[in-house]
Structure formats: C-alpha cells, structure tokens
C-alpha cells in the first residue's frame, strides 16, 4: 500500500498550490481519502476529506472555502485545492485512506484511516 503526497512547496501569501496524492495497493474506489496537515510543533490536524463515491466532502472549519478536494477514480489520485493561503496553512500535508464504512463526519478523525504516505511540506512566507 503506498500514498504519495506531492505539489508542496513555498508559496507568497495569498498565493495557491495544488497537492496530489497518488495511490496504489488498495482498492481505492472503496476507501474515503482524507488530508491531514501537522505544523511544526503542533499536533496533527484536519484537513479536508472526501468518500468514496466523490460525492461527499468534508472541510475542517479554518478552510472557510479556501480549499477544495477532489478525486480521480481512474487514475487513483485525490487533489487538495488551495488557494488564498496564509502563513498559518504551513505545515506538512498528508494524505490518508479511510474504508468505505466511515460516515462523512468521522473522517476528522485521524483514528479512521488505515493508510497513510508521507507528506509533502507547504511553506507559506513573503
């Protein structure tokens, strides 16, 4: 099972960037991916996530719109939209897999994912 984050990098604020997560050894079509983030020296949090079907998404609150996640079935990747980021968006950003039975509302939960890549580092700074 592996879960690549990528698209990180430093970026102005209010500037965007775009992150992928690719995936491969499970079936994804029947597991919720969610993003998580972790700040240095905080714990990890929520980001946004997404069922299975495409069909249900589910933003922490700070996102207010900002961000949106999207997913390509046939290609195995999920995307995390951000735009009009501020310093405080930097962070570590992972993606994760959750199974299908997860209702949309649990997936804040970082306890309901099974799967887990490693994160790609977004820097927001002038």
């Known amino acids: 099972v592996q879960l690549q984050a990528s698209g990180g990098g430093l970026v102005q604020p209010g500037g965007s960037l775009r992150l992928s997560c690719v995936t491969s050894?499970?079936?994804?079509?029947?597991?919720?991916i969610g993003w998580f983030r972790q700040a240095p020296g905080q714990e990890r949090e929520f980001v946004a996530g997404?069922?299975?079907?495409?069909?249900?998404?589910y933003y922490a609150t700070f996102v207010k719109g900002r961000f949106t996640i999207s997913r390509d079935n046939a290609k195995k990747m999920v995307y995390l939209q951000m735009n009009s980021l501020n310093p405080e968006d930097t962070a570590v950003y992972y993606c994760?897999?959750?199974?299908?039975?997860?209702?949309?509302?649990?997936?804040?939960?970082?306890?309901?994912?099974?799967?887990w890549g490693q994160g790609t580092l977004v820097t927001v700074s002038s």
């Open positions: 994760a897999a959750s199974p299908q039975s997860t209702i949309l509302s649990e997936l804040r939960r970082s306890n309901r994912y099974y799967y």
């Open positions: 050894g499970f079936n994804f079509d029947y597991y919720a």
């Open positions: 997404i069922r299975w079907s495409g069909g249900s998404t």
